[in-house]
């Protein structure tokens, strides 16, 4: 959504880093504007008011000929735009509060998709965690579970994050529903268990259900012989694997004050409404490009931050889901050539042997 | 309270977040503006302020009509408004300063709000990791007991911070007295212990009492064979879900230093009672919807500030608590069907046995 | 401090919340203003000020009058205000930098008193895990003493904080030296470790040599069969409870640099006292109702931030102690009636017994 | 990049910020503008909008002059500047936007600065953990091992964080493909190891195959007697090492989003193109260095922020990571003395024999 | 530094708070500017922009003067000052951004201050921790050995953190190299130890070898049974300690991004040089002390923030080191009359015989 379909779905590396660094973005920046989201998606509003700012400054011509033509004296001859100015220090007095208002809801939006991001990222390390604590487990089949599990729950996180549907707008990138089933059989190898994660979907609350099920695999494992206090090191990354998705769900449920945001809306409206009668007696006919370009600009910051106000359609979070699948696997492949390990501990073995032996 | 009756008991979810993030917004709540009730509660003062501006535009009027009635010669014969004006420069710096003050305080009140919503986030991360954790308390019977324990220090929780009760407006919905007896008898299935509950609301603090009972749980469930580094571990969730119930109490007993909103207070009227002084030679007539429509937008910010600065009436607690008593209720319905866990070891079990004979 | 003796010693609750967002705050608050704290404080720069700018507009006047009397030309004939003025932008550029100066001040400053707050909200919580852990401690004389001196702990931090002495002000009411004996006394049953506590403020460090006592009654309690792991978990919350006592200690020594504050402080008398050049020669007499309103509200600002620098002065901290007072007294009480706690034991002992006996 | 090659590769110590204090600083960094890095990347941009002005303001002549010449009759000979003037207000409003969007997105880059800086000092604050814990492992060859891999682990987690290249610019110092090969040769004594850790590239992740060795090595330690305990608190070290880079990492993968930082550049872009119809009528030929310098101040202020938007290139990481090696080699080298360690603990032994003894 | 050499070597009290408080600090501010080490720091800077000002005032009539003597009739006869003006408005938005850059520096320096001090009260704390946790540690000349190495530590910290020299300015009272070695011997009552501790200086780390000797000390304490959970706590603290040292290394390795800093300074100047163009037309040699003025005040807010991005220099870090000598020395006290404390645990011991018994 942000900009076009791509960054949605990319984490940035160091090449895009240097396109979006380079000194020529002035440029192609100004020159892009009429593909950018922001852009399209504001033309409807920006033209209409512009419209409006077009019928303010024909209106005393047009209402002056129609009344030469059809002969009738006006119950108000003198009357011009004059009469309706609104002094500019007024008005730039709201135009002050607006913006600041503006920038402190947009701080706030960006806040909230830090904490997004931030949540993700918690996840992916405790995931991490998991993935090189799962090495005391000394049971080769609950630990595979044990990281499949694991990696489920980033795709049924994931699903119930994007869970919308656009009703409106069919294009709109953002807004489709995200169906984990052909992740979650992708990732867990144990058919009859991942039917079991996708069915908990009737219990209203499936990620619990994925913690619940990677706690009784840890339990399992304690019986296996996992040492108890790495056992509860495991449990604690699996913690804060739910705390993430605690996180990521208070985002979801609870938006900025929704006083607030109608208030700012409402705020920018009716500044831009009246801006008109403060311009069009020095400006005339230019006030109409004006007024668009004004409206776009200050429309877009408000726009932008109830876009990224709910992150969890901007973020990349496919491109993260594809990460913890890919550590985890580093995890299992380790495991599969243990005999690797074995060798590694050998040769340790062979190294040392005297400081064993004293 | 924040805007409908709706928005207080609800939380958002994907259907929600298409409306609120639609273009159309910006014409949808400038016309929905008469609904809101930030615009009703509003209306007195802002009639009032309009009132009072109309009154000066109609005075030298007044004054020069009711002297030449009455043929008396005014002392100040060349007396207008001019000589009352202010300079436009002086008050704007006014006016920028209000704003400063305004954004700061509605900023530190957000704040609050935040961490109220996330006190609330916390309070429901560290229940699912009881009902997670407690699958190693070997007794059924205080597992279930501790699961409902959790439950209803939500809702004891919830009456502590809805204790108000409103006096001069019986309609507004953001006061009134919760009750959590109903819910507490609900989810506590043991009579006895629920009314032990309910009643400790004698000794001051209830919610204590009720962390009490909980570690008592667990110090029988220690002597019954919890594990002890689990047992600690449930311990620490219970403190943290102590934590989050002081966090709520701080927001409640303490507010932004009253003298500052009462400085706000007061540097907002005294600047929109002499705005008139600085408009209405200029605009005559028309300042009287003018300040109607500046005092709105102003004064609406502050509004909003003092409502979400208590956040525990605008945050939809009903809901949170629910989704406490659902997720604890998935643990429970769990164990009911232990039967299912036993399979799901059996069937590990019978899966893995050489490993576990080797 | 903050308005009124009665708001220094008071948490909120549900009525003075409504109160403190009824829409009729604005003209309660107006009218108010002649009793606020603050105004009556900086009554006496702003009267000054207010001098200060009569002087200036009384001066050319006088001096022609006196020129007039005495027959003396005077040396510069023509000398007007005029010639004297600042130009009003100029003056609003360094308005601006004060405005943004000050607001940065007091969001410094607010940030210390939420800390401040935050600190004994903590330090509640971990009295209550004290409280709550207690129970495991199987000596009831010892279990008793550990609760005595943690509440004591409270009282003699509030001294340590409190340990000013009005040298210049008798009636100002957040400056008075807090005595903690009586608190102590009434505390700690045992009238030798009372007195230890009291004696040890010689010492230099009277909290330290109470934390230090809590550590020995722990010492003694696990010599006397606590478990260990308890053990540990109380004297991490002990640790927490010298951790917030640091915080307000650092507040109490550290203040945002001096040099900031003084900076502060004289950019506004210096806007204050260049402002009459502006705004005299077009406003006149109404200059000096105008900087006496001026310079209550930007002074105000001000005032309030440097009065919640030092957030201990104004925060509730003796309801705090009583909290905390009352909540390990239930505790307390809860250990008294520890037949209630065995009945509860044997209770779950009744109705579990064929669960135990497997 | 941030000004000179030297600033990047250098961390501050007391004399450099001796000289970063001293008041001539004022002077000095005015006289070296034309040696500023961000002087120089901004002269393209800043002399194109110089050239669009001096064409704005030539444009009225040239055209009265070519017309003269060529004996036309412009179609609109009343034609001037006056006509395009934008009014001063309007347009400084959208100034005033411009400036708090900026100083919003300022803070965001400084807050991702921070955070990285913060990321790798947490780096630095774990290894120096590990390297102290690891003096309670008794095998000397897996101690020496450990720290030798989480040396190696920061040049490898270097090398991710600068992987990129430049292709526009090969004498921009900030881009540049890190080869971690001859630093982890150098730090890891173990060929084979050394040899591990540079092909585990082919995994996908080298950082997590990395900590995977560091996690096996202490698994083989704990097998030779480490401690149970002691062992743990390195894992959590370990832990937490990761956490460090998977901060970095985020703030690499996910950048402001995109479509604020594009929405920023578009307004200053347009903001400074409309800036000439505003000034060049009162200030002809003045406006052109005007323009060039305010658009140096305000295009230097985003570039510096999209600067420190990406951290990495900015932040002294080789230094950084040459003071992991050295702490790290201060403690293998007090293992290799461990003669000294023996005879403190002898020393220590002697000096107490009685009060071991009693 | 910040204002006078004895505010940096106090910690604040409630006496000094009521000086601060008083409301007659505007008058005494305002009269002590004159006084103030940013006034005289700024004397330089200042004076010379007034002298360029003066020469700007003086420049139209000088060169009219030298044509008239010189009989030179000059190029541009009714060359005036007014050519050279710039418009206020185009200024006056330089002058909002600057501003906003100017509070968003001055924030982040203060957030640094903070930060820096917050590590200190962390590294107090901590330090409290330790020697409250050594009354479980059995051996007396374990026990003191680990105080005295924990309080020479914070002097070792100090002296790296004020390792600075002045070179060009001997008077200046922040910058002297601070020599630890008369504290360190004067805290380690073990001569051979101190010289250890004092010599490691020539490995590069003498904080990193402090720390290594507190952890040999552990290791041995733990060899004479210091029990396990309690030697990781202490440990615990250990590590927190060096986290302490390691963000006040941060703070002093990292400055707020040197080109940040010099475009501030750049910008200002650039401002207030151009500053006469707008003020001399309307104010003429009354622009003098008018620049003389702002720029003191300007300047002055960047000179504090520049102050307090380091902030070592202005802490008063010899307060705090005799803050943990003391706390720490209680500790050794009272482990020195451990009578007291047999006494202490006898008195119990007698008094609850019966429930030891039972």
């Known amino acids: 959504l942000i900009s076009s379909g791509t960054s949605i779905s990319?984490?940035?590396?160091?090449?895009?880093?240097?396109?979006h660094r380079m000194v020529d973005r002035f440029i192609v920046e100004f020159l892009t504007i009429p593909q950018s989201t922001v852009f399209s998606r504001l033309l409807k509003p920006c033209t209409a008011l512009a419209a409006y700012t077009a019928c303010i400054v024909a209106l005393p011509t047009v209402v002056a000929l129609a009344a030469a033509k059809m002969q009738i004296?006006?119950?108000?001859?003198?009357?011009?735009?004059?009469?309706l100015v609104l002094p500019a220090s007024?008005?730039?007095?709201?135009?002050?509060?607006?913006?600041?208002?503006?920038?402190?809801?947009?701080?706030?939006?960006?806040?909230?998709?830090?904490?997004?991001?931030?949540?993700?990222?918690?996840?992916?390390?405790?995931?991490?965690?998991?993935?090189?604590?799962s090495m005391y487990i000394p049971d080769k089949r609950l630990r595979r579970r044990l990281l499949e599990l694991v990696t489920a729950y980033a795709y049924v996180l994931k699903a119930r994050l994007r869970s919308g549907r656009t009703r409106s707008d069919p294009t709109d990138p953002t807004a489709f529903k995200d169906i984990p089933d052909e992740a979650v059989r992708r990732c867990i190898t144990e058919p009859a268990l991942a039917e079991k994660v996708l069915e908990s979907v009737s219990t209203g609350n499936r990620c619990l259900y994925t913690l619940l099920l990677i706690s009784k695999t840890l339990k399992a494992s304690l019986a296996k012989g996992l040492p108890s206090?790495?056992?509860?090191?495991?449990?604690?990354?699996?913690?804060?694997?739910?705390?993430?998705?605690?996180?990521?769900?208070?985002?979801?449920a609870t938006p900025i004050p929704l006083s607030f945001t109608r208030h700012t809306a409402r705020s920018l409206v009716i500044w831009l409404l009246t801006l008109p009668f403060v311009i069009v007696p020095t400006?005339?006919?230019?006030?109409?490009?004006?007024?668009?370009t004004l409206a776009y600009l200050i429309l877009g910051i408000d726009e932008?931050?109830?876009?990224?106000?709910?992150?969890f359609a901007t973020l990349p979070l496919t491109p993260l889901?594809?990460?913890?699948?890919?550590?985890?696997?580093?995890?299992?492949?380790?495991?599969?050539?243990?005999?690797?390990?074995?060798?590694?501990?050998?040769?340790?073995?062979?190294?040392?042997?005297?400081?064993v032996a004293r």
Request: aromatic content about 8%; hydrophobic content about 45%.
């Open 10 to 19: 990319q984490l940035m590396d160091q090449d895009k880093w240097e396109r």
């Open 73 to 83: 004296a006006l119950p108000f001859p003198a009357f011009s735009m004059a009469q």
């Open 90 to 133: 007024a008005h730039s007095l709201l135009g002050t509060l607006c913006g600041l208002v503006l920038v402190f809801r947009t701080n706030s939006s960006y806040a909230r998709f830090v904490e997004g991001r931030t949540a993700w990222g918690a996840l992916i390390r405790h995931c991490r965690d998991v993935a090189r604590l």
């Open 229 to 252: 206090d790495i056992h509860w090191n495991i449990e604690e990354s699996v913690s804060n694997i739910g705390l993430s998705g605690g996180i990521c769900e208070r985002i979801i």
């Open 283 to 292: 400006m005339g006919w230019m006030s109409v490009p004006c007024i668009f």
């Open 304 to 311: 932008i931050g109830i876009q990224i106000e709910e992150p």
């Open 321 to 355: 889901c594809a990460v913890i699948e890919r550590d985890l696997g580093i995890a299992i492949a380790d495991m599969e050539t243990n005999e690797d390990a074995h060798a590694f501990a050998d040769a340790n073995a062979e190294r040392v042997p005297d400081v």
